[in-house]
């Protein structure tokens, strides 16, 4: 039997990520932030809530996990790269994600493990050991759902889980094929993944006449803008639609089974946004693609079901889907149904994956894979549209060609409601756009908020590090005004605005 150890240290802390989809993925490095840009980082609206829903958790513990997981996320790269190939996995322990566990195979790495602030676990078997015996797992088995719908590795307990509808038929091919009976677990299930297939991520597009799926994440490929979803939306030369059906696109690129990811060129009536729909009207800025721990909080969005929230399970996961096999996806406990596939997964304002399939729903519950955005930007020669490649420097005309101008200062802490402590009404559907303009230095934060009949509601949020916002927001007619908010720093301020 494998031998597992927990060394328990006085305080412990955890880490941070945010994943859920179907598909292969390639390992990619994962780089500490800088502790600066970790403090900057904010839940966007409607994550906190979906946090409480899907993980019933309170908002002081929503809070508290986000907090965790950002301050012990920079720790897990740190251990990885000193631990080597004795690095057994990490992942994140507690409801609020207080303790991070990471698992070597030499009790010689005790003392750092515990000198970083993780809680150390012995294991028998590395992660590069149990990446192997997948392998070996995913060539035994043919690729039928009754025979393993779903194979993944399970760092929590150093072996490789198989999903199966019969137990018995399974370990006796797993055993004639020479697999470690002792290094893998055969678990009954009747889990049968299926794919959810039925420029901003979340959004809905359609293929042909009938078919629908999500928008994943804006990328471009030099001069060439367009978006990644599922492979299994649609095949190369097929065309798209947008949401409001005007033409769209042409799919450039599309893998199915195997992986499960595709990129679609979009014309020029479509711009890339860094943006992800939050379910609550609003969007999420994307800043990067940094790859998240497991355990760590994850949400997705999709056009049937829209914001949902859970955790990252298991890595490297195979899911024999009716059509085929599909290798190195994301595990979460993320719900999802027909339409969502190809949706974006984000940890914060990280990019995880797009979704693939997974079984259950949204009512009852269930599980959803994603395919991890780093092979599909790889595989095609792609750079994910993020807020930092389409943000102008401040003194560089950030705000021209806005109509309305408004001014003020700010103190730390304080935040104001533009115009003029008043609203502004829109009469038709069409674009809302902000530009807030503030001293070097300071941390100025744009939120765009619109009358719902009974309170205030935010559709739109910019709030990066920087003093300079900027908002642009397609919305139906009511009534909407700005909020000008200072995290850090006193300043005056400028903000210009235009309305449909």
Same mark, same amino acid.
Not at 1 to 25: E, F, K, N, Y
Not at 225 to 247: L, Y
Not at 432 to 444: I, K, P, R, S
């Given at each position: 039997?494998?031998?597992?150890?927990?060394?328990?240290?006085?305080?412990?802390?955890?880490?941070?990520?945010?994943?859920?989809?179907?598909?292969?993925?390639?390992?990619?490095?994962?780089?500490?932030e800088p502790p600066a840009a970790v403090a900057a980082r904010k839940p966007p609206p409607g994550m906190l809530e979906a946090l409480q829903r899907d993980l019933g958790l309170t908002r002081e513990e929503a809070e508290t996990r986000l907090r965790n997981e950002a301050r012990l996320t920079p720790i897990e790269a740190q251990l990885r790269g000193q631990l080597g190939s004795r690095f057994g996995g990490a992942w994140f322990a507690g409801s609020i994600a207080q303790t991070l566990v990471v698992a070597?195979?030499?009790?010689?790495?005790?003392?750092?493990?515990?000198?970083?602030?993780?809680?150390?676990?012995?294991?028998?078997?590395?992660?590069?050991?149990?990446?192997?015996?997948?392998?070996?797992?995913?060539?035994?088995?043919?690729?039928?759902?009754?025979?393993?719908?779903?194979?993944?590795?399970?760092?929590?307990?150093?072996?490789?889980?198989?999903?199966?509808?019969?137990?018995?038929?399974?370990?006796?091919?797993?055993?004639?094929?020479?697999?470690?009976?002792?290094?893998?677990?055969?678990?009954?299930?009747?889990?049968?993944?299926?794919?959810?297939?039925?420029?901003?991520?979340?959004?809905?597009?359609?293929?042909?006449?009938?078919?629908?799926?999500?928008?994943?994440?804006?990328?471009?490929?030099?001069?060439?803008?367009?978006?990644?979803?599922?492979?299994?939306?649609?095949?190369?030369?097929?065309?798209?639609?947008?949401?409001?059906?005007?033409?769209?696109?042409?799919?450039?690129?599309?893998?199915?089974?195997?992986?499960?990811?595709?990129?679609?060129?979009?014309?020029?009536?479509?711009?890339?946004?860094?943006?992800?729909?939050?379910?609550?009207?609003?969007?999420?800025?994307?800043?990067?693609?940094?790859?998240?721990?497991?355990?760590?909080?994850?949400?997705?969005?999709?056009?049937?079901?829209?914001?949902?929230?859970?955790?990252?399970?298991?890595?490297?996961? =195979?899911?024999?889907? +009716?059509?085929?096999?599909?290798?190195?996806? %994301?595990? @979460?406990? /993320?719900? $999802?149904?027909?339409? &969502?596939?190809?949706?974006?997964?984000?940890?914060?304002?990280?990019?995880?994956?797009?979704?693939?399939?997974?079984?259950?729903?949204?009512?009852?519950?269930?599980?959803?894979?994603?395919?991890?955005?780093?092979?599909?930007?790889?595989?095609?020669?792609?750079?994910?549209?993020?807020?930092?490649?389409?943000?102008?420097?401040?003194?560089?005309?950030?705000?021209?060609?806005?109509?309305?101008?408004?001014?003020?200062?700010?103190?730390?802490?304080? =935040?104001?409601?533009? +115009?003029?402590?008043?609203?502004?009404?829109? %009469?038709? @559907?069409? /674009?809302? $756009?902000?530009?807030? &303009?503030?001293?070097?230095?300071?941390?100025?934060?744009?939120?765009?908020?619109?009358?719902?009949?009974?309170?205030?509601?935010?559709?739109?949020?910019?709030?990066?590090?920087?003093?300079?916002?900027?908002?642009?927001?397609?919305?139906?007619?009511?009534?909407?005004?700005?909020?000008?908010?200072?995290?850090?720093?006193?300043?005056?301020?400028?903000?210009?605005?235009?309305?449909?």
């Open positions: 039997m494998s031998r597992r150890h927990v060394i328990t240290t006085g305080c412990v802390l955890a880490i941070t990520a945010l994943t859920l989809t179907a598909a292969p993925a390639i390992a990619q490095p994962r780089t500490a070597t195979t030499s009790a010689a790495d005790i003392p750092v493990i515990v000198a970083a602030g993780a809680r150390a676990e012995i294991v028998t078997r590395s992660l590069a050991d149990l990446q192997a015996i997948k392998k070996h797992v995913d060539h035994a088995l043919p690729s039928r759902q009754e025979t393993g719908s779903v194979r993944y590795i399970d760092t929590k307990i150093n072996k490789v889980v198989v999903l199966s509808t019969a137990v018995t038929t399974t370990t006796n091919i797993l055993e004639n094929a020479g697999v470690d009976p002792v290094a893998v677990r055969v678990v009954s299930s009747d889990e049968r993944p299926r794919p959810l297939s039925d420029v901003v991520g979340g959004e809905a597009y359609y293929i042909g006449s009938s078919s629908r799926c999500s928008i994943g994440f804006s990328v471009t490929r030099g001069t060439q803008n367009g978006f990644v979803s599922a492979g299994h939306c649609g095949k190369a030369g097929a065309t798209t639609t947008g949401v409001n059906r005007a033409a769209q696109g042409v799919f450039q690129g599309s893998t199915f089974p195997g992986s499960d990811f595709a990129w679609v060129a979009v014309n020029a009536d479509w711009t890339p946004k860094p943006l992800v729909k939050n379910g609550s009207g609003g969007t999420v800025t994307v800043a990067g693609s940094r790859v998240a721990i497991e355990g760590a909080s994850v949400c997705r969005s999709g056009s049937t079901t829209g914001w949902h929230c859970g955790t990252i399970q298991q890595r490297d996961t =195979s899911v024999n889907y +009716p059509q085929g096999e599909v290798s190195e996806v %994301t595990r @979460t406990n /993320v719900c $999802a149904e027909p339409g &969502d596939s190809g949706g974006s997964f984000i940890s914060i304002d990280q990019a995880q994956g797009v979704t693939s399939g997974g079984s259950g729903d949204c009512t009852s519950g269930g599980v959803t894979y994603f395919q991890p955005i780093g092979e599909i930007l790889t595989t095609y020669g792609l750079t994910l549209v993020t807020d930092s490649t389409t943000h102008t420097p401040p003194g560089a005309g950030t705000c021209t060609g806005y109509p309305q101008t408004v001014t003020g200062t700010l103190n730390s802490g304080q =935040s104001a409601y533009q +115009p003029n402590n008043r609203h502004y009404r829109s %009469t038709v @559907t069409g /674009v809302h $756009a902000g530009c807030l &303009d503030a001293n070097d230095g300071v941390d100025f934060d744009l939120y765009l908020q619109k009358w719902n009949g009974r309170n205030w509601s935010v559709v739109a949020t910019a709030d990066s590090p920087r003093p300079d916002e900027k908002i642009s927001y397609t919305g139906t007619p009511g009534y909407y005004r700005y909020r000008v908010l200072s995290s850090n720093g006193s300043s005056p301020y400028t903000l210009k605005y235009k309305t449909p």
